[in-house]
């Protein structure tokens, strides 16, 4: 692992545990086993860290999630492939979901768009998928599914402590169900 990807590791645990104000860039550097001003190395301060590791998730994101679909065969395999994908991102990542949920306000204006405008771009290839499978259903529904499920999937932080061998399989049945709903309740 990179320095610059410790020091996102460590500041989104930190962040997630104590909000982003709570976390000096200090208490950054300790958990990433560097000195504070080391951190100065990689990023111009403490927002510009945060505004990265949203901006590089979301990338991250959607750069699998475009591979994910690249990858299969048809468009049912597809969706499965992106649910598998997402419960894997929530069951191993939960601090970036409590940090993007909580301190995304903390970017400027052209920060936020961007990470906003990834997100956008990672719902896209879903909806993509969906569309394929079920031409008939209008996008506006296909998007709020696909939000509302990505949510479900993302609640994981907040889910008591349940075993990943338990909660994955739960997960997947779960997001592929509401997405099969919302589809077919159309």
Known sequence: MSRPEQIQRAAARLFAQRGYGGASVD??????????PAIYWHYKGKQ?????MLTDISERLL???TACVADTPDAEAAVRAL?????????SQPDLIVVHARE???LDAAQAHRVRLLQRQYIDVWVGALQRRSPRVGRARLVAAVQATIGLINSTPHVAATPRRTLAPLLHQMALAALDAAVLAH
Do not use: E
């Open 104 to 106: 995304l306000h903390h």
């Open 63 to 65: 750069n699998d999630g």
């Open 27 to 36: 208490d950054i550097g300790a958990a990433a086993g560097v000195s504070g």
């Open 83 to 91: 649910v598998h994908m997402q419960v894997a991102f929530a069951l």
């Open 48 to 52: 510009a860290l945060l505004a990265a």
